[in-house]
T-cell receptor, first 112, second 111 residues
Framework: SQTIHQWPATLVQPVGSPLSLECTVE??????LYWYRQAAGRGLQLLFY??????ISSEVPQNLSASRPQDRQFILSSKKLLLSDSGFYLC???????????FGDGTRLSIL | QQQVKQSPQSLIVQKGGISIINCAYE??????FPWYQQFPGKGPALLIA?????SEKKEGRFTISFNKSAKQFSLHIMDSQPGDSATYFC??????????FGQGTRLTINP
């Protein structure tokens, strides 16, 4: 079976600091990978998705970037965090774009 | 046209009652409609899903009703239990495009 791991679970960072959140998937190869952000009490906003190594599509212009250095690894980064980057960040995977997405347990990011 | 509108935003149901959450869409090209359940501090988990060639799908106490002509679909939770208290999201997707989520419904089941 497939599993998805995200870390860290919680993170507190000062404004202007860099960010690196990591997501890995086990039990499948060449999955579609996704990064979402969820503001408190709100829906999910798609940030990036990837259909293969090195292939990243950005949905929202912002302070964040994503990379996929390996088949089952997806990284969300920022060079300088803003207060508005606070939120709950979720990674997800799917077999294909038309298949259901499966989510990790997220990273709660607080910017001070 | 890519939106999925979900209602209500919050819902309180007594234990044993029926919880009903509704979603509406405009894009007739959507061909897959999943529902997700999210507990606090956790990621959303796929609950049940339907394709537009069927009008209803049932899995245990959870049922999706789909009205293609009205472009609406709903989640019914029968015999609602306190453990069902969570936020529920409907979603829709067209082919290999992006999954479009509703804004979520916070469901509270009172014991």
């Amino acid at each position: 079976s497939q599993t998805i791991h995200q870390w860290p679970a919680t993170l507190v960072q000062p404004v202007g600091s860099p960010l690196s959140l990591e997501c890995t998937v086990e039990g499948t190869s060449n999955p579609n990978l996704y990064w979402y952000r969820q503001a408190a009490g709100r829906g999910l906003q798609l940030l990036f998705y990837s259909v293969g190594i090195g292939q990243i599509s950005s949905e929202v212009p912002q302070n964040l970037s994503a990379s996929r250095p390996q088949d089952r690894q997806f990284i969300l980064s920022s060079k300088k965090l803003l207060l508005s980057d606070s939120g709950f960040y979720l990674c997800a995977w799917s077999f294909r774009g038309d298949q259901p997405q499966h989510f990790g347990d997220g990273t709660r990011l607080s910017i001070l | 046209q890519q939106q999925v509108k979900q209602s209500p935003q919050s819902l309180i149901v007594q234990k044993g009652g029926i919880s009903i959450i509704n979603c509406a869409y405009e894009n007739t090209a959507f061909d897959y409609f999943p529902w997700y359940q999210q507990f606090p501090g956790k990621g959303p988990a796929l609950l049940i899903a339907i394709r537009p060639d069927v009008s209803e799908k049932k899995e245990g106490r959870f049922t999706i009703s789909f009205n293609k002509s009205a472009k609406q679909f709903s989640l019914h939770i029968m015999d609602s239990q306190p453990g069902d208290s969570a936020t529920y999201f409907c979603a829709a997707i067209q082919g290999a495009q992006k999954l479009v989520f509703g804004q979520g419904t916070r469901l509270t089941i009172n014991p």
